[in-house]
Structure formats: C-alpha cells, structure tokens
C-alpha cells in the first residue's frame, strides 16, 4: 500500500499546485461568501433560498473540480511521459490507478471541506442561525461521496478517451444519473410499455445514481423533521452504494488499464 | 483461476450489491426526496428547465420563490399564482411556499374596501391538501388548512377541529399552537372534548415543567389552567351544567328571556353596484358582526379544496362576503363593488342577499346572553335551526334581479329593498361613535 498513498500524496500535491483548480476554488469561494448577505433578495423564505443557493454553489463547484482534476491524471502521465518511470519501479498499474484516485479525492475531499467551512462561516457571520449547520454539514458529507463517485466514472474514462471527450461523457453520465430517480419513478408507473419500463429497469440499476447520495432537497431543511430517522438511513445506504459504484469503476478502470498500451 | 477472471467475478458481486442497495434506497427517496409523479417542463424557461435537470432543482425552485416575492411585494398578485405552482412543482418539500402561497391566495386577493376575494379559498385549500400530500409527517400544513377553516372560512368549525387533530397528532407539534384545537371545539359546539384538550394541555405542560423546569411550560400549564377555569364558569354561567342536570329552568340564567334580536333591514342600491346595507337588531354591545352575502342565485361556494389547482377558475361568477359592524341596535354600511369589476363581474341575472349571524361566531361576552348554542336569542321573522344543524341562528335571504344591483330599467329611479317590519335608523351623532381615550393623553 506504500506505492499507492505515495501516488496519492504526489497527485494530491499536484492538484493543490494546479491554478485551474485553485481559480475554480476561488469562484466558489467568493459566490459562497457573498451569497448568504443577499438577504434582501427575499423576506421570506430566505433561509430556504439562501441554503439552496449557496448548496447549488458548492455542488456545482465540487462538480467542475471533481471533472476537471480527473479527466487529466491519466492522459497527462501518459502525455509527460512520467508513467513509465512509475511503471519501471515495483508499481502495479492497478496500485497506479488506485494510488491516482486516492490522492484526487483526497484533493477534492481537502477543497468541499474548505468551502464548507467557508460557507458555515459567511452562513453564521450573516445570518447567525446556528441550526443551518447541521443540514449543510450533511449535504456537504455526502457531497463528497457524490464527487467522488462523479471522480471514478471520469477516473474510467480516462481510462480509454481524450480528455474533451472525457469531458462531455462524464458530463452526461452526471446529469442523467441525477436524472435517474425521476426518470424511473415516470417511466415505470402503469400505463407505460414493457419495453420502456425494461429500459427504466435497466438503466436505473446500470447507470451510477448520483441522487442516491443527494440529501440536499428542500427535505433536508424545510421538511427536516418529516424526515427524521429515514435520512439517516439513506445516508449510510449512500454511502455503502457509492462505495460499491466506485469499487466496479475502479475495477473496471483496471481492466481497462491492464491491456493498454502505454 | 486467472486474476482477470477474479476480477471481473468481483466486479459482478459489486453489480449486484450495489443493485440491492439501490432497491432498497429507491422507496425512501421516493418517500423523502421525490417530487412526485409531476411535470415540471411547463413553464419553465429553457434555463430554468436546465438547471433544474442538472440536480439544481431546489435551487430553481428558490430563485422562482425569490421572484414570487418580489412580484408579490410590488402587487403583481396575478403573477404569483403560476410561480407558487412552479415552485411545488419543482421542491415539494418547501412547506413554506405552501403555507404562504396559500394564505396568499386566501386572504390577498381582495378589493378596494379590503374584502377578500372568496371565490380563491377552494384554491387555497387544495394547494395546501396538496402539501399535505407530500409532506404528510409533519404537523405544518395541517395546521395551516385547519386555520384556514378556523379563521378565512370561519363556517365549518367541524373541518377546524379535524385538521387541528391531525396537526395535534404530530410530535413536531409546537406546544402554543396546541390549544388552537380546544378553541375550534368551542366554537363547534364541542364544549367536553375543548375542556378535556385543556386539560390534557395543562398535564403535559406540567410534566414537562417538573422534568425540565422550563420556563415556558410553567406559563404554558398556567394559561391552560386558566383558559380551564374560565370554560368551567362559562359553562356554569351559561347553564350548561344546570340544563345536563335538568334544573336548567329553575336557576335564573342569562340565557333565559331571549333577546329579540327583531333583524330588519334595507338594502339600497345608492349607485350602480353601490350598496348601502342599514338596518336593527337587538344586540346593543359593540363586538357583534353580521355577515353579509351577495352572491348570484345558483353560485353557493363550497368550502372544500377545489378539484384542481386551476387557477383559471371560472371568474364570471359573482361572490360578495362581508361583516357589518353593529352598534348602538343597528348597522350601516356602503358596500362598493363598482371598482373591481373582475372581482365582482355580475353576469347573472338573479342574486341573493344574505345576512348570518351565528352565536358560535360570538365574542364570549355576547356568548354570555346568547349560549353558545343561540338558545338566548330570538327572532320572529329570521331565526332558523336547519342552517347550522344544532344551533340557532339568524339567517335572512333576499332575491334581487341583475337590474336592481345595475340601478337601471326598473329600477333606475329607486332600487330599494326593505325587510318586513324594517324601522328607519336615524344617525344619533356623537353617542354612535365608541371613543377610546389614548393611553398618551
């Protein structure tokens, strides 16, 4: 396990030093502090809209780092040429990828917990409501599973495409696994085709769920306590699915590896 | 077995786990976090509709609510209706949007004498029935649809208490808002079941005050222990007790010798749409308010949810509700629905005109003379008990054709109605006005 956290380390050194990502940082940064001083926008309901925004803030932002810190570790080793002195040292190409995804969601963990800390902060400085903490701490845990996730289906593309295709593809795949509830729960209510409710099917159980770790709706504030317990256990079925996702990810990004030529 | 083989066996096993656990994961989203089997595309804009399917819903659904608000505070009321039904549609899990829309709708849409545009209450309750429905396990919006019929709807007293109980059921309940319920018994008629709310009120603010010791219990449980005293003497004063024992005729009650309330009225039409509504009873005390109604002869509005969250509801249809102030034996009031014509269009060609006065509807101190139930009050032409099955009360119904409110053929030169027996009020100057001394004089 040493040749991998030595992996992780340098990738995570190299993701703190890359300005791309620290100016994606800094634009998160900067909207999450000033947003909660906008409350003039709306007397009411402020609280709700302040804590969504500033939560939409931070996933969008954790999603553009999340992508753009992963579509790059390979293909960038491999442009560099630096891959072969890896791979010429007692390193396996598996323990290479695990070592590289590590050290990226280590980054990426290091960066939503800064914003975090920065948001509870503004949140507390303008708005003084100590109870927001909670429901934001929440989200921002299972944000990072969600990014980590989002990192390993980049982290396997990466595997075999350029990294604009990369790119769009991991893209794509966000936006319809957070589709995916909605779109399974319309699709396999009565009235609807065999086939189409065998797509759902198929779909809802192949393509990675991204709401399956998402606790940010309005029930995680508003709704807080309808929800009481359950959240709790959707929580850490989240975490055992993202778990679970990354590991066939990963594997499959071995797989992938294993045969290409590098 | 090759280690490509053990992995993708691997690979397999976690296919499969992760398929378990998202089966399992599926019912509690849908239970928590699912909008519902609802189309959210109509009337979004293309940005909106992308960022709400980029997992930005809620998000979305709190910019419109930022919007809402500021066309409601610049009085573009109209174009909050669309936003509230966005915004469920997208984050139905904001209780908040429920609430306020609802009271919105209710109580905001009014004219220019601040009368609330009733035809818009089956609308309010159908958008908070579909709250309900997706955020059924908190007390919130029961709440809200129990307050609406408590207080907008302010005639079925019966719908009050159910909502209140159910709202009462929840844990989340907060503890002030409890003893709403024992005051929607009251004024159903359910004197036992309000004492006996009290009551409970009162032991779970005990026992919350001796294990916690917090303040706010303490207050809590001696409130409740007052509201309780002051129903049992009520209730004793009122003879409520005496008429259970059978020996309510033998004590001299209040209640007893009636008030002939003796309600007459007149109601003239002093310009087209211009209503001037005078007339006598016998309730001298200031507190009492008798509500008035004009609405088209085949249009009785029911107090349930409306079918549909249509907000394109028929507004032909012409629904007046007001409350004449009473003093000194009499009222006198100028009616003007010429302003609002949307509100207000007069399309039929025949209305009614109604006047209701219920006990239930009482301050205590009027309760005190007429009993809860009305059994003080009397009245020779308009006192009905198939109203408000129970109770008696004052109900006078009028039919007036659409020329009479226009002021024209007919009646062009004199659209007066008068009641049966209807004394002339004379305006007795400085006696009729209630002065209250500052406190800073």
């Known amino acids: 396990m040493n040749q991998v956290f030595a992996i992780a380390g340098t990738t995570l050194g190299e993701a703190i030093r890359r300005r791309v990502l620290l100016i994606i940082l800094f634009v998160g940064l900067a909207f999450m502090i000033i947003a909660p001083s906008l409350s003039e926008l709306t007397p009411r309901g402020e609280r709700h809209v302040l804590i969504t925004m500033t939560l939409a803030v931070l996933r969008i932002t954790a999603a553009i780092l999340a992508v753009t810190l992963t579509v790059y570790l390979i293909p960038n080793e491999i442009e560099r040429r630096t891959i072969y002195t890896i791979l010429s040292k007692p390193v396996q190409r598996y323990q290479f990828l695990l070592g590289k995804y590590l050290g990226s969601v280590a980054a990426l963990t290091l960066m939503i917990a800064l914003m975090t800390i920065v948001l509870l902060a503004a949140f507390l400085f303008y708005q003084g409501a100590r109870s927001d903490i909670a429901p934001i701490v929440r989200s921002a845990i299972m944000f990072i599973f969600q990014m980590s996730l989002l990192a390993a289906v980049a982290m396997f593309f990466s595997t075999f495409v350029t990294p604009v295709v990369n790119f769009f593809l991991t893209g794509f795949v966000y936006i319809f696994g957070t589709l995916m509830n909605p779109i399974f729960e319309n699709l396999t209510t009565k009235g609807q085709s065999t086939l189409v409710k065998g797509f759902a099917w198929v779909a809802h159980y192949i393509i990675p769920n991204f709401q399956n770790l998402d606790v940010t709706p309005g029930a995680a504030i508003e709704a807080a306590q309808q929800l009481r317990g359950s959240e709790l256990n959707f929580m850490m079925y989240g975490v055992v699915y993202s778990f679970t996702y990354i590991g066939i990810l990963l594997a499959l990004s071995v797989l992938v590896f294993d045969r290409r030529e590098v | ?441």
């Not at chain 2, 207080?151 to 909502?163: G, I, L, T």
Request: proline content about 5%; some cysteine.
């Open chain 2, 1 to 441: 077995m090759s280690k490509k083989a053990r992995l993708i066996l691997f690979i397999v096993f976690l296919f499969l786990l992760q398929g378990a656990v998202s089966k399992v994961m599926f019912p509690i989203w849908k239970k928590n976090y699912s909008a519902g089997n609802v189309g959210v595309t109509p009337g979004l804009t293309p940005d909106q509709l992308l960022a709400s399917l980029s997992g930005l819903r809620q998000f979305v659904a709190g910019l419109l609510w930022v919007q809402a608000d500021e066309y409601f505070d610049s009085g573009q009321f109209d174009a909050v209706l669309p936003m509230i039904r966005i915004v469920t549609w997208l984050d139905p899990r904001q209780i908040e949007v429920y609430s306020t829309g609802a009271w919105h709708i209710a109580y905001n849409f009014t004219d220019d004498q601040s009368r609330s545009d009733r035809r818009y209450i089956p609308l309010a309750l159908r958008l908070v029935q579909e709250g309900i429905t997706q955020n059924p396990d908190t007390y919130r919006l029961y709440h809200e649809m129990g307050w609406l019929y408590y207080h907008k709807v302010d005639d079925d007293y019966d719908k009050a208490v159910r909502w209140f109980q159910e709202s009462v059921k929840h844990p989340d309940v907060l503890p002030y808002l409890r003893s709403i319920l024992s005051s929607a018994y009251l004024k159903a008629g359910r004197l036992d079941d309000a004492m006996k709310w009290y009551w409970e009120i009162e032991k779970y603010a005990t026992k919350e005050y001796e294990k916690t010791g917090d303040e706010y219990m303490r207050i809590l449980k001696d409130n409740m222990s007052q509201n309780l005293n002051n129903l049992l003497v009520r209730m004793a004063a009122r003879g409520v007790f005496a008429r259970r024992d059978g020996v309510y005729d033998k004590m001299p009650y209040d209640t007893h010798n009636p008030v002939d309330l003796n309600f007459t009225v007149k109601i003239e039409m002093i310009q087209p749409r211009v209503m001037r509504v005078t007339g006598t009873w016998g309730i001298p005390t200031t507190g009492a308010r008798i509500r008035i109604v004009l609405r088209e002869a085949d249009y009785e509005l029911k107090w349930d949810p409306a079918p549909s969250l249509d907000f394109d509801f028929d507004k032909g249809r012409t629904y007046m509700q007001d409350s004449l102030y009473t003093l000194n034996n009499r009222f006198d009031r100028k009616i003007d629905m010429s302003r609002n014509p949307t509100m207000y269009p007069f399309k039929a060609d025949k209305y009614i005109v109604e006047f209701f006065y219920s006990p239930r509807m009482a301050p205590p101190h009027i309760q005190d003379k007429l009993g809860w139930d009305g059994e003080g009050m009397t009245d020779k032409r308009y006192l009905r008990t198939d109203i408000r099955p129970g109770v008696r009360c004052l109900y006078a119904r009028f039919e007036v054709p659409r020329d009479f409110i226009e002021k024209r053929g007919n009646y062009k030169y004199s659209a007066v109605l008068k009641s049966p027996g209807y004394v002339d009020v004379v305006t007795r100057g400085e006696e009729d006005v209630i002065r209250r001394e500052s406190l800073r004089d």
